[in-house]
């Protein structure tokens, strides 16, 4: 299977192709094209010369193409599911969800394009404002540069594409090298929902060639990005006046309070934990469990965790499967066993077999070590005893990201009081921090990022808003 880049509308060859291997048997499951300068010049042009039609197209129009492109993902999520298993390693049923996840995502886009609006400004409220009127417009920004990583290859792109589509704007998409299909099967589904050419250009290669022009390029009023800490500040570094929104990485954690069913919360902490493999931004990867449930919430956590089914991402008994790349593989081990020299104890897991790391339960861990403070984005969860949530509280708070975070307690106070105090984006009252639906508001303080994705936000990030003012004296 060879893909090209997707441009102004058309499939284009291109002089070099790189094979796409799956992370799981190490196949080549694709001949992907690697963009020239040149062509990633054609590709930002294209989606600069289409501006102007895109802005003008009537909202019933652009969620008419969002409402096709739904179906359409609908009708073929069968075949989309393979693609992110095989590209990913991402366990099927999870690549399942995936694909629902992202026919409901572009949904909510196609419903947000019809509610694009301003509000109208009571301009006599100021001495000198007598006699106007005043109201806001939003429109569109323009070109957007979409950088996407690879963990949610179909949704993470619809959590741009949708909105940036519902706005009026155009795009320039660049997926993680190590997912392209995901991105170009979208291309080709908006290609058939009757989207005008060159409003979305898909355009691959390595991030820091391809993704660099585009951050720099003048012709692109914003980057959208969802990837790692150490790309998105330097992508911010160069961006210079362009709008930038950053969904980044995190340590997310989870307090579990004193008097809480642990019956109950195991299943989720487990799912939150383990689910592709730990690679999710609010992957569960802390849990700060009081002194009274602590043994018992260990006990059944590992033994949860010891009835994951590990193997292939294509058969629906998988839940665990390979890493993203055998690089990662090394990392972890060696962040298991700097946690292991630091006097933390490795209750369960701690090695691999293939690309494939064991789910690993480590107590005990000192938040000076990387397994703590660090983004693991791998299988791999501490659980540590607290004497107090309040302590819990200050060790969830002490770090450099701030995503989602949970807390499971019957105590409506103690509740009020970490919606409060939590420092991070979104806070789960009785769910882990690894819950997320579409429409929410979704993003980080601290490293975690700025700006928020889902799809009502994403619009306000991706419209720039203009005030009229009629002066009637
Ligand atoms: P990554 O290595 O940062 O890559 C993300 C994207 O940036 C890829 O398309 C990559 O291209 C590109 N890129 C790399 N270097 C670049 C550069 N210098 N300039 C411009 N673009 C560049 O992240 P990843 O490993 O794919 O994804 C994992 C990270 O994403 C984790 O930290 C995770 O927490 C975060 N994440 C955050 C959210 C959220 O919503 N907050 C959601 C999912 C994931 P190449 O693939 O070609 O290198």
Redesign the pocket.
């Known amino acids: 299977m060879k893909k090209h880049l997707f441009i102004n509308g058309e499939w284009r060859e291109t002089e070099s192709y790189s094979s796409l291997r799956s992370p799981y048997s190490g196949e080549v499951i694709a001949e992907v094209a690697v963009a020239t300068e040149k062509e990633t010049q054609e590709a930002i042009e294209s989606a600069y010369q289409a501006r102007n039609e895109m802005a003008k197209l009537p909202a019933h129009r652009r969620a008419q193409i969002l409402e096709t492109l739904s179906r359409l993902l609908e009708e073929r999520a069968e075949e989309a599911a393979q693609l992110i298993a095989l590209e990913a390693a991402k366990p099927i049923t999870t690549a399942k969800a995936e694909v629902s996840r992202t026919i409901e995502t572009y949904k909510f886009a196609a419903a947000e394009a019809k509610r694009i609006h301003g509000e109208t400004i009571p301009l006599d409220a100021a001495r000198g404002g007598e006699g106007r009127v005043g109201y806001t417009i939003r429109e569109p920004i323009g070109v957007i540069g979409a ?6 290859p179909m949704n ?1 792109v619809a959590h741009k594409v949708g909105p940036a589509i519902a706005a009026g704007n155009t795009l320039v998409l ?5 997912t392209p299909l995901s991105s170009f099967f979208i291309a080709e589904l908006l290609q058939q929902s009757g989207l005008p050419k060159g409003a979305l250009n898909v355009i691959t ?4 060639v ?3 022009q ?2 720099v390029d003048d012709r692109v009023n914003m980057i959208t ?8 500040i ?2 911010r570094n160069k961006a210079g006046l362009k709008r930038v929104t950053l ?4 340590n997310a954690a989870v307090i579990v309070d004193k008097g809480v069913n642990i019956d109950r919360i195991i299943s989720c902490c487990v799912t939150g934990a383990f689910s592709n493999q730990g ?3 609010i992957s569960l990867q802390r849990v700060y469990a009081h002194r009274e449930v602590y043994e018992e919430f260990v006990e059944k956590f590992i033994a949860a965790t010891n009835q994951l089914k590990l193997g292939n991402p294509l058969d629906p008994e998988t839940d665990v499967s390979a890493l ?1 790349s055998p690089g990662e593989v090394d990392r972890t081990l060696q962040w298991i066993e700097e946690a292991k020299q630091g006097s933390a104890i490795v209750a369960t897991g701690g090695k691999a077999e293939g690309n494939i790391l064991y789910p690993t339960v480590i107590l005990n861990a000192d938040p000076s070590l990387k397994v703590s403070c660090q ?1 693991v ?1 791998a299988p791999i969860v501490l659980v540590n005893k607290v004497e107090t949530v309040e302590e819990a509280m200050d060790l969830v708070n002490d770090s450099r990201y701030g ?1 989602q975070a949970g807390i499971y307690t019957d105590n409506v106070h103690v509740a009020l009081d970490a919606a409060e105090k939590l420092h991070v984006g979104g806070v789960m009252i009785n769910d882990i921090p690894t819950f997320r639906v579409d429409h929410m508001p ?3 303080v601290k490293e ?2 700025f700006g928020r ?1 889902g799809l009502k936000y994403a619009v306000e990030e991706m419209t720039e808003m203009k005030l009229v003012v009629w002066n009637r004296n």
């Open positions: 950088i996407t990583p690879f963990n949610f993470l660049k997926p993680a090298s190590q290669g390595s991030g820091r391809v993704g660099d585009i951050v990005f969802t990837g790692s800490p150490a790309v998105g330097g992508i969904e980044l990485g995190s690679q999710v931004c993203i983004e984005f995503l979704y993003g980080g975690s990022g994705e």
